[in-house]
């Protein structure tokens, strides 16, 4: 049967139903757990090779050698303002060095932040986790999910 | 003898979600004449594609639309396949086609949101949007990002589905059946809906093939035309559906059109999955794509979006072409809007549920007498609208520092 | 004359109206978000909008007469602020009732339309032109049946007071199931005089931007949006002193049942307005003519007869 505000019923009921939608900044931020976040490096593995840097659309990930010839320092900066999240940099990696993580709330006031060295940041967790208990570990571990 | 005025709708309207102007003059409500003007949003899209690989283009091809994300980069993809001669496996076909058919599914859902929004029906926006949340989360866990899922890749599929996906997805249809069983019901039944929706936008079969109009626009039309049916591609051909066409030809058509679309589309989901073969969903891929041209076609949920991709055996492709659905469906929106009230244009508009950016190119013109182009190039664009604004609104921009463009 | 002075500054004059006004807007706006399956605003959040209005640039158009383009958002408040002085809240009796003012209350409420209209017209914008030809077209079509929907209560009762039509429903409350289709009338004509869906073609966001308000800012707009509030609270308060006749001696708890029964007028309002897509002016005009009217006017035929009969 065909009537005006014929939604009346649906709508309704939904006064006594709980909310779908949350407020935003409080409460619990739920990702999905095969989301693509920002990206980690294994940086022991990393043999600097470059793929990723080949591959990458937004042209957002870089790889340098920031030794000499023979004692070689990789370095893996990533911009954030410029990498799209596609991962392809991790498909392309023959070693497996890469990961992303559910981390999505990047967003800052300095521009210059958002341009990330994934080595340093490897290795400050790396000095972070010898200090502390293995229990942290398993959290950091944990924030990684494997493909 | 009342007055004519022209109201621009546009380049910045609350009813356009991205900018474009449409020109509409009136005699009281009724609008006369229509202007569609679109090109504010050119992107270069084809061009940066020729500077990068096959893979890196891919995502550029991806961000085409912000919506059928998907059905870009599955069309762009089977131009570099057949190019490559390389074959899909049947696994990693069905895969595309389940997303193929989770992006309809949101695109239709949003649009319908949309809609409901343009008419002040912010109630029906609310629900639809909610429940379009279920598939994009769906989407988020299969692919990996909300809109561009970034699943395809030259070869096959990055990612597989996994059982417990596999149990979320039927969950969630099961959900959505109910919803849109609902839908077709309010749809049909709301009386104060079917007056805003009805008569509105008209445009008929022959209309239909004589302005070129494509996807749900030309269906609801009578023209029985989906490139699902008629040049399969994935494993459409597989998949058993119903093309949903309906007689109205007008805004209602459009909409039943869709939430019809949308049933068959979780049918097919739950068809996909239940027979999803088993085996790999990647095949190598060779960077070098030998030379050739090939054009493909895949049934967006905006309707046919064709591509072409001309390759010259090095790492880049030399021309890629994307005609995405909306470009065919602009031809026939002025004849849409004319004759029709102010209030139902936003409404014609969005029924085409049209991506303006996705539609936007770049022509240079060849004077064939002189041999001169008109292009201008950065100096000049800026010496130009440098000397407009002098001359038009006496503002001196001359002394406004650009910024460098730097990468890193 | 002080008490005068209370009565017309504080309470239930100016100050309670705008109170009154920033919670009706929020219980509107939660139960519209609830319908919706939505988190809804905060209970701060109209008080929020306000003070934002208020702090940011008045910006006025070249075009636009400066005097008259700021005084209209003052004569809109100052028209609803009169209104409310003459509706029952605490009791029976208004705060000056007198014989005829009924109608006195009708011809205030227009006033804020008519200064939407010269708003728009003013603001010499095109989308605020338009929309406030519709705001002008909107008024002829549902003044009429919203008139007659209040005064066919007024008709039985015998009097063209607020006060007169409460006190006589008050006492033969029965009556008051006569009027049922008056009062579906008014509740769907109150709709399109405070330009709520289904009836919000003068300021149709996705078609005219703000319609009749695109082009006011800052303190400006803030004064109007805060009338827009303050007439839903003088409306509603119109209709349960006319429909819903229960009243009490005692003043704290006649306050406690107004409150009640302006609550009930705002949830029916605000289920309409959940429930509804804009409909088109056109379709306005013809719906207003050739359903409501007739209805409103067998009302009046019904309610004389009646009259005639006691």
Known sequence: ?147 | MSKKVIVPIGPQHPALKEPACFSLTLEGEKVLSAVVGVGYNHRGLEKSCESRSYIQSLYIIERVCGICSHSHSTCFLQCAEELAGVEITRRAAYIRVLMGELERLHSHLLWLGVAAHLIGFDTLFCYAWRDRELVLDLLADLGGNRVNYGINTPGGVRRDVTPEQIQDILSTMDILDKQLAYYVELALGDTVLAARLANVGKLSKEECIHFGAVGPTARAAEVNYDIRKVGPTAAYAEIPFNVITDTHADVFGRTVVRVLEMVESVKMVRYAVANMPDGDILVKFPRKVPAGEVVSRYEAPRGEDVHYVKANGSEHPERVRVRAPSEANWHGMAHMIEGDYLADAPLIIAAIDPCYSCTDRAFVLNNNNTGEQQVFDWKQLRQYSIDFYKKEHGFDASKIKIAEKKHF | MALSLFNILIFPGFLFLGVYSLAFEYIDRIIYARMQNRQGPPWFQPLADFLKLVGKETIIPEDADKNIFKALPIFAMAAVTAAFLYVPITGVNSLFPFEGDLIVVLYLLTIPTLTFFLAGWMSSSLYSTIGAVRAMTQLFSYEVPLFMALLAPAILAGTWSLSGIAAYYHANPLWILVNIPAFLVAIVAIQGKLERLPFDMPEAETELCAGTFTEYSGRLLAIFRMAIDAELVVVAAIVAAVFFPIFVANAWLGFLIFVIKTLVVAFILAIFRSVMARIRIEQMVIFCWKYLTPVALLQIVINIVIKGVL
């Open chain 1, 1 to 147: 049967m065909a009537y005006p505000g014929k939604i009346t019923k649906f709508a309704m009921g939904h006064l006594s139903k709980a909310p779908a939608t949350r407020a935003f900044p409080l409460g619990e931020l739920i990702i999905t757990p095969h989301f693509r976040g920002k990206l980690v490096l294994k940086a022991d593995d990393c043999i600097g090779c470059g793929l990723c840097e080949r591959d990458c659309p937004a042209y957002a990930i870089k790889v340098e050698n920031r030794g000499t010839k023979e004692n070689k320092d990789f370095h893996v900066t990533l911009n954030l303002a410029h990498c799209i999240f596609c991962c392809q940099c991790m498909d392309s990696c023959r070693k497996g060095c890469l990961s992303y993580t559910p981390n999505v709330q990047l967003a800052g006031f300095n521009k210059d932040d958002l341009i990330v060295d994934l080595t340093e940041e490897w290795k400050a967790a790396q000095a972070v986790s010898a200090e502390e208990a293995p229990a942290e570990e398993a959290a950091v571990d944990e924030a990684k999910p494997e493909e």
